[in-house]
């Protein structure tokens, strides 16, 4: 499965590389003139998507948010939202507004939130998302480590976890292959992103990861999926 990434800010969908969020421009996509999320919610929907990533980047950097919007894409398209939750409350809320939760280690406090999370909430509407960035855990737990995660997850079992390599996003430069291989054996369905190149989704899926994250090479039209 292709899941499609819209970042939205101010309103409206952005892009940019490497996670340097202050450098974002509204989005130019092929399926839609205007960087409108609603709008282009609705041309992916045409093209046959089932799924959408949106990562609120309001709500991320506590400046605002854009739930609105992602409630009225929720209604188009099943919604994967990154919205910076990392607590039981935060996450509650967020399951108001999508069908998914996304929450990302580099919002999270410690893994014992996590847990708290899985135990208290519906896990099949929560997505862990491993956020890595010149090859670390991104994380405001500077001690959580990958030993730590491969521990968590074997113990909890996510239904999906989403592998990011922030530092790839908006580059094409491929998949982190690498991480890929550390987490595979672990029961859970692996969503990966960062990077992607059209010559590459063969061999992930030969990889046992049925499910990418696509954003910029989607909508710049350097991958097609006509």
């Known amino acids: ?44 929907l045409n093209h046959g998507f089932k799924r959408i990533y949106i990562a609120d980047l309001d709500s991320i950097e506590r400046t605002g948010s854009n739930l609105e919007l992602v409630s009225e894409i929720n209604q188009l398209l099943p919604v994967m939202l990154d919205c910076g939750a990392n607590d039981i409350n935060s996450v ?12 990302g280690t580099e919002t999270l ?3 014992a939130d996590l847990s708290q999370i899985f135990r208290t909430l519906d896990s099949n509407r929560i ?5 890595v960035k010149d090859g670390k855990i991104l994380s405001k737990a500077a001690s959580m480590s990958f030993e730590d995660l491969f521990n968590w997850i074997g113990k909890f079992q996510p239904k999906e976890t989403i592998l990011l390599d922030i530092s790839r996003v908006g580059t094409s430069t491929g ?52």
């Open 92 to 103: 509650r809320a967020a399951l108001n507004y999508a069908h998914d939760v996304i929450v």
């Open 175 to 226: 998949i982190n292959k690498d991480l890929i291989l550390e987490f595979i054996e672990l029961k859970t369905s692996l969503i990966v992103g960062g990077g992607l190149q059209g010559s590459e989704i063969p061999v992930i899926h030969d990889m046992g990861v049925d499910k990418i994250l696509v954003g910029s090479a989607l909508h710049n039209g350097k991958i097609r999926f006509d």
């Open 127 to 131: 997505i862990l998302s491993v956020d």
């Open 109 to 111: 406090r410690g893994l």
């Open 1 to 44: 499965m292709i899941i499609p990434v819209l970042d939205l800010k101010d309103k409206v969908a952005v892009s940019g590389k490497s996670g340097k969020r202050d450098t974002y421009q509204p989005l130019k996509s092929v399926f839609q003139g205007s960087p409108e999320p609603v709008k282009i919610a609705k041309k992916l």
